[in-house]
């Protein structure tokens, strides 16, 4: 069976369009279930409308709290049927009610070399720091903020010359690389996730 997808977007859904190329060329057994935005009007959701995928707005404010938020997501990402659940560029944090009930099963996509410039502002931090290289990181979600265990890491050179639009861009051509890489790995089962030894950190092994 095609690995069944949920995918959270709140912007422009270039990495959803990632997914969703792959998928119709055959490089990735999957099927994108549902679409599911925090943000009515992203350009991701045009994207999944013409893909023909189901989509759904969730708008955060509309809800009188983020646990409640929380099981309008998890129930729509059930009632689709979608196993996993992947964040592509959606900029809310998940609470531990989703966290818990998918544990394991969330991957969400950073540009950033993680543990390095967690947040929202991943690009603008890299540059302010000065760092000559960041990339982009693919993990699975805990609890925290981008803390979870990495999956897939790939490095891109920060050039004198970039800003942040110019960083992001060529960190984008990465990102789709690496997510699509990631989701194959669980499609074909070849994910797997180590437990902690006393104290550490659990730690994705892929075959
Ligand atoms: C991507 O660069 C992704 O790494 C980032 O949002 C962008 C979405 O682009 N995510 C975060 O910053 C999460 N904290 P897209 O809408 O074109 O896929």
């Known amino acids: 069976m095609p ?57 955060h404010r509309a809800f009188a709290s983020r646990a409640e938020f929380d099981r309008a997501v998890a129930v729509a990402v059930r009632e689709a049927g979608a196993e996993w659940i992947v964040l592509a560029g959606f900029m809310r944090i998940l609470g531990p009610e ?35 290289v960041t990339g ?3 993990h699975l979600v805990d609890e925290g903020v981008d803390t979870g265990p990495i999956v897939l890491q790939r490095a891109v050179p920060v050039l004198d010359t970039d800003d942040e639009a110019s960083l992001a861009a060529r960190v984008r051509v990465e990102e789709h690389a690496l997510l699509v890489a990631a989701l194959r790995a669980i499609s074909e089962g070849r994910l797997h996730v180590e437990a902690p030894a006393a104290g550490g950190r659990a730690r994705v092994r892929i075959e």
Do not use: M
């Not at 990735?28 to 994207?47: I, Q």
């Not at 818990?100 to 720091?129: E, K, M, S, W």
């Open 3 to 59: 690995l069944p997808l949920a995918v959270l977007v709140s912007g422009n859904g270039t990495n959803l369009q990632a997914i969703l190329d792959a998928i119709g060329q055959g490089a990735l057994r999957a099927e994108v279930r549902l679409v599911l935005s925090n943000v009515a009007g992203a350009g991701a959701l045009a994207r999944a409308e013409r893909a023909g995928v189901p989509v759904r707005v969730l708008e």
């Open 98 to 132: 989703v966290v818990g009930a998918f544990r394991h099963r969330i991957v969400n996509l950073h540009p950033a070399l993680l543990p390095a410039f967690p947040g929202a502002h991943a690009h603008r931090d890299a540059l302010a720091y000065g760092v000559k």
């Open 136 to 138: 982009c990181t693919v």
